[in-house]
DNA sequence: TGCATCTTTAGAAATATTCTAAACTACTTG
DNA sequence: CAAGTAGTTTAGAATATTTCTAAAGATGCA
């Protein structure tokens, strides 16, 4: 019974979504998933989910969460985000959406971005296609 | 008459330009001011400025390159963009602008953001100010 | 010139991420 | 459901980028 009507999934069978995915349900992934789609939309660091997810008491190595994140994000399950040199971070929100990032403290919160027009952009370089638009609004405390 | 007026630097005197932002001109901030500000904006990355530099035959290392790009951009006469993870990009272009990124050869272009209206964000996080609106336009061949 | 301060440097260290090859596990087939 | 195989996980090594350290060197002021 889903008690999080905003949560960022309707359905919490992982494995399922796993192999929709095309991905293997294996004791790693699921435990990675469910930590990351399995409540609201978040923002995780290599680092940070594999500590979340050691936490939890399923074995799992950096390696994998690195692999993890990479196939997610190779499958739509994630979008990676790069604001921070030196570091990603991984957006379990994947509908269209821009970022404010918070420069001081090295934080990134969503913003919807039906509201948003970007207009006035020249064509892109010749023979290249527009994959996406970032907005990145930089602020500080 | 200067022939280039969309060059990024009216001087060719980089020793003064370097002492007015408070460095002092030595040997190795001066041959690398020479290369990132004669002639038109540019694009670096830490590694190939290192590289263009030791062309000039003056000895440069890589920490030294490391140190000038982080106090010319704390100085304001670099921007630092961040668009791929694990590199930085250097922009000699400090005035308004937004980015292409083509994603399939790791290659930044500017424009100018005079045409570029943003409209539509929402009110920054309580208690920070905008430091900066970056638009990146993600393109692929 | 003398000297205090700032800068450069090589190499080590820190940080983030990917690779390797061996052990392991999920799924399919018989 | 045993076995095979193809995909996964893992520790640790490797790679890549950037920063740090402490010693040597350069700069600019008196």
Do not use: C, W
């Amino acid at each position: 019974m889903a008690l999080h009507m905003s949560s960022a999934n309707p359905s919490p069978d992982f494995a399922e979504r796993l192999r929709e995915a095309g991905l293997r349900p294996t004791r790693q992934r699921v435990a990675l998933a469910r930590v990351l789609f399995e409540g609201d939309h978040r923002h995780v660091t290599a680092e940070s989910l594999h500590a979340e997810v050691k936490a939890t008491k399923i074995p799992v190595s950096l390696a994998t969460v690195y692999n993890a994140l990479n196939q997610f994000r190779d499958a739509g399950l994630l979008r990676e985000v790069v604001v921070a040199p030196g570091r990603s971070y991984f957006d379990t929100n994947i509908g269209h959406h821009h970022h404010f990032f918070v420069e001081t403290d090295n934080e990134l919160h969503d913003f919807p971005s039906h509201d948003v027009t970007v207009e006035g952009v020249p064509a892109p370089p010749a023979g290249t296609q527009v994959s996406r638009v970032d907005v990145i609004v930089r602020v500080r405390r």
